[in-house]
């Protein structure tokens, strides 16, 4: 294979722009500035202080959550399947998915405002009128939030560090029992991953509005966010795989046509799964569940459902549908931004209508904006820093020459394709 | 029976390798020619852009299955409770699109999968009883390990010397011509 850049076992440096750390580094101090100035806000009808802050920084946790929790679902369905498409794009999944302990400062911060987020922390359960309360208290009172906090965290950091940890190893002994090992955490791994990120979501999101039942929330959460991972990892990868970057050669059509068919596949299953979710409360017409949708359809958060519907599911669907369109930049790309902002709409329509019921909240978006720079940026600079301490790509994965000598087919039979348009214009 | 004056099919060239019939079909490409064909036991990777292949017209077929469908759905639940017989069930209204998506949502997949095997039936010309290739015996190969590249009698560019030439340059082990 002559399609080595000469940049192999090398550490990837990862140059966006130049002086990108300062840069990050400013951004991130000044959005978490902006975001502990909030904690002033006083709400209309909310006496507490604080509670706009904690919200957002929920919402800003849950979106980064949503990535990393993505690139570990990706890493350990690489590991599954044994794929071949996928392993010299594996490095940056188990990159991203690594800053997950970094989440848990965030989240140590958001514990500080349990009272203003939980409706159930705050309510005395005993001579509560509140049923749900009192049949929940057995799941949801404070202790056991707090250690299944811990335990999703440690699950969550072994996991990626152990995959990343024998990745690496493979890179400098090359040997089976690397490989093997890997496959082992991801057999564990996958089942690990599916409770802890189902009751992550419910612990954390649903909870707040604790008489609520939803049977899909764990996966409903879990579609919504592989779909937003693969639109940035989309991003992500053209970025380093242009001329110059690490991912040079090593990334090509066969990635980025695949990375775009799941993007597809995953926009069908977040509205299918959010459509059974929605279908099920509605026919059903119990006042206990449908309230969480009633709500929901006051002031503008009628607007916000709508914008989902359309914006999340018709859109990316219609543009996707076409086979050439995944392997467009011109159009993916666009796409993979608009994803960041549905999903973010997405997190707000199940967030948000607890602390403002009569509409979407135009007026602290920034609040959101800046929680999200913070985390963001955190993210960002740390995973700068693992790209640059171990290669871009898995060295001596197996089946990575597999991969690189399918791209070359690749790259001649786009040569052919090429040649054989021209000569028909002639 | 009745056919004394027997017509030719194309001309059939056996190959041993993937990679030589890929490089004869790059050059059957470039010479222009519009009816000819490659029979390999199993897909080729680039095989269709060798041959200047564009995507398949299938997924159209397909494309409007599924409109039709969705379409059909919607129409059907409307008809059915809202219009022909209404009647009310658990204070729902008559007509939701709500209730009428999963009707739409498995009819937008059947009569999408109807289009995708129609259409594709349609585009190959299928069914059909016979194909002058299955006359000639060494083309059975095809299912085993050989490889074949037909030329078209009726291609416009067909001119059987030059053809023969090409393809044994390219590494063809037996050339034959194939009756109607």
């Known amino acids: ?426 | 029976m009745e056919s004394e004056s027997q017509k030719a099919y194309g001309l059939v060239a056996e190959f041993d390798t993937p990679a030589d019939i890929m490089e004869a079909a790059r050059q059957v490409r470039n010479l222009g020619f519009t009816k000819w064909d490659v029979h390999t036991p199993y897909p080729i990777h680039g095989m269709d852009q060798a041959m200047g292949m564009n995507n398949s017209k299938v997924g159209w077929f397909t494309f409007l299955g599924g409109i039709t469908g969705f379409t059909t759905g919607y129409l059907m639940i409307w008809f059915m409770n809202a219009f022909d017989y209404p009647l009310i069930v658990g204070g729902k209204p008559m007509f939701s699109p709500y209730f009428a998506f999963p009707v739409g949502y498995e009819l937008t997949i059947l009569l999408g999968a109807f289009g995708t095997l129609f259409g594709m039936f349609f585009l190959n010309k299928l069914p059909r009883l016979h194909h002058p290739l299955l006359k000639n015996r060494n083309f059975a190969k095809v299912t085993h390990d050989k490889y074949f590249l037909v030329v078209e009698v009726e291609d416009p560019k067909f001119d059987e010397s030059q053809i023969r030439e090409l393809l044994t340059d390219n590494g063809s082990t037996n050339i034959e011509l194939v009756e109607e």
């Open chain 1, 1 to 426: 294979m002559s399609s080595s850049t000469g940049n192999e076992n090398q550490p990837a440096h990862v140059s966006l722009w130049p002086g990108q750390k300062e840069l990050l580094k400013y951004l991130t101090l000044i959005a978490a500035v902006l975001a502990l100035v909030s904690v002033n806000i006083k709400l209309d009808g909310n006496n507490d202080f604080g509670a706009q802050l904690a919200f957002s920084l929920l919402l800003a946790l849950m979106f980064f959550l949503s990535i990393c929790l993505g690139s570990l679902f990706l890493t350990l369905i690489h590991h599954l399947f044994d794929s071949t498409w996928s392993a010299p794009l594996r490095r940056v999944y188990e990159n991203i998915a690594t800053l997950i302990p970094w989440l848990a400062i965030p989240f140590g911060f958001l514990c500080l405002f349990g009272d203003q987020l939980y409706g159930w922390m705050a309510m005395e359960s005993a001579g509560n009128p509140d049923h749900a309360l009192h049949a929940k208290h057995a799941y949801l009172n404070k202790p056991f939030f707090y250690i299944r906090a811990i335990i999703y965290f440690s699950v969550w950091t072994w996991l990626a560090n152990k995959l990343r940890y024998w990745s690496i190893r493979q890179d400098e002994e090359g040997t089976a029992e690397c490989a093997f090992k890997m496959r082992k955490f991801a057999y564990m791994g996958v089942f690990l991953f599916a409770f802890t990120l189902t009751l992550a979501a419910i612990d954390w999101v649903k909870s707040l509005e604790h008489a609520w039942f939803s049977t899909m929330y764990g996966v409903y959460y879990f579609a919504g966010s592989v779909w937003t991972t693969l639109a940035t990892l989309y991003a992500l990868f053209l970025v380093l795989s242009k001329k110059g970057g690490p991912l040079e050669g090593i990334v090509g059509k066969r990635q980025f046509f695949d990375l775009g068919v799941l993007l597809f596949a995953f926009t069908v299953f977040y509205a299918y799964i959010h459509f059974s979710q929605y279908f099920l409360i509605w026919n059903a017409n119990i006042p206990e569940e449908t309230y969480y949708y009633v709500i929901r359809e006051n002031g503008s958060w009628w607007d916000i459902s709508m914008l989902i519907i359309f914006g999340h599911f018709f859109i990316p669907f219609l543009t996707l549908l076409r086979i050439d369109a995944k392997l467009s930049p011109a159009i993916v790309v666009p796409i993979a931004a608009w994803a960041w902002l549905m999903h973010y709409i997405d997190l707000s329509f199940n967030i948000m209508p607890v602390l403002h019921p009569e509409g979407f909240h135009w007026s602290y978006v920034w609040v959101d904006i800046s929680c999200m720079v913070a985390i963001g940026g955190l993210l960002a600079l740390k995973f700068i820093k693992k790209m640059d301490s171990a290669a871009p790509y898995p060295v001596k994965d197996p089946r990575l020459k597999e991969a690189l000598e399918e791209q070359a087919i690749e790259r001649e039979a786009s040569e052919d394709a090429e040649m054989a348009k021209n000569g028909l214009q002639s």
